[in-house]
């Protein structure tokens, strides 16, 4: 069956450290994955999409990686705030296509 | 900044009614969303839709749910009869093309059906 996995364990992290989050799935083949965070009570805001073709991005502080033969993505926000603190979620669109599966989410605590 | 809007952002209903949930997706997109999110559990997609039909759906979209855009704004979803396990919140998203398939998603709508 099809799964898509992310840290089962909430990550707590000190302020100005790098935190790690790390999404894995099997009996995908996706072109692409994303990333989001969601806050409670509110939608998931996008942040970044990666394709298969790619083995890194980065937007500012945030940086993704890919690896098809794994089948893992790594998201890391580097130099992290309080105000990072947040649930993110990965994305990954079917085979079939325009169908879009999320992860369980990894809650990030920043500490001050 | 355009955003995705969607009313209302709290109902309650009792099981067995009908329940229409909107949502006015950014003006020039044209892919659109529905997803649910149980509380605590993760987000879970409905149904996509496309050129005035779905797109694609999953199991949990059955005969009880439906889909429409009435007009070339609004983008509703209709539960026929709900039941208690309907009750979570419900997410519109929209998205501009298949190019960069970035989806922007509205607050929600907290359906509670007692």
């Known amino acids: 069956s099809q799964k898509i996995e992310q840290n089962s364990e909430a990550l707590n992290i000190q302020e100005g450290k790098t935190a790690t989050l790390t999404c894995n799935y099997t009996n995908y083949s996706p072109a692409y994955l994303q990333w989001y965070r969601q806050d409670p009570g509110r939608g998931p805001v996008f942040l970044l999409l990666i394709r298969e073709n ?46 879009f599966y999320f992860g369980t989410g990894t809650s990030l605590t920043v500490i001050p | 900044e355009p955003e995705v809007t969607q009313t209302p952002s709290h109902q309650v209903t009792q099981m067995g009614q009908e329940v229409i949930l909107r949502c006015v997706p950014i003006s020039n997109h044209l892919y659109f969303y529905w997803y649910r999110q149980i509380l605590g559990q993760k987000v879970e997609f409905l149904v996509s839709f496309y050129n005035n039909e779905i797109s694609e759906k999953s199991e949990i979209f059955d005969d009880q749910f439906s889909v429409e855009r009435p007009d070339g704004s609004n983008f509703t979803l209709k539960i026929r009869s709900t039941k208690l396990e309907d009750s979570a919140m419900y997410f519109c998203a929209s998205s501009r093309d298949r190019v960069s398939y970035e989806q922007y998603f509205g607050p929600g709508t907290r359906l509670t059906v007692t």
């Open chain 1, 54 to 99: 790619e083995k890194e991005k980065r937007k500012e502080r945030l940086k993704v990686t890919f690896d098809t033969t794994l089948k893992q993505s790594l998201f890391h926000i580097t130099a992290s705030q309080p105000a990072d603190s947040a649930t993110y979620l990965c994305a990954l669109e079917a085979n079939t296509g325009n169908q």
